[in-house]
């Protein structure tokens, strides 16, 4: 049976599956503590973790950084689409004070933004 990962901010607790045929339930018994960032893996409670289950937790987190680099790669793209859908929102007209709080809002993200991708590509093109 597979290790389960209880997936937190900078890591996971990973739990072994445990069969209780008597009750007729699965239990989590806590095995270790992972750390993304370190890639540290430390035993809870003076659990055992055996060389598979050493393997597993490995290919996890190996996974689980793919899977998060994947997802940062896609935030510029996300933030296009959103930039986009916020232009067709303001197209449409809305009305009153509500659409001016948006419009001060977007204006200083956007401002930020501007000013964060001259300062990545060195200040080309700044015109300032």
């Known amino acids: 049976m ?64 793919a899977r998060l680099a994947a997802r940062a790669a896609e935030a510029p793209a996300r933030a296009a689409e959103a ?10 007209a809305p009305a009153g004070p509500e659409a001016e709080g948006e419009a001060e809002a977007l204006l200083m993200a956007m401002h930020d933004l501007r000013a964060a991708i001259l300062r990545f590509r060195g200040g ?3 015109g300032e």
């Open 2 to 65: 597979s290790l389960y990962f209880r997936i937190r901010e900078g890591g996971a607790t990973v739990f072994r599956p445990v069969e209780d045929a008597a009750r007729r339930r699965l239990d989590l018994a806590p095995l270790a503590d992972v750390s993304l960032r370190s890639g540290a893996v430390r035993p809870r409670g003076g659990a055992e973790i055996g060389a598979a289950e050493m393997a597993e937790i490995e290919a996890w987190i190996a996974a689980r950084r």
């Open 124 to 126: 080309e093109g700044t």
């Open 83 to 92: 930039m986009n859908e916020a232009a067709e929102w303001f197209r449409a």
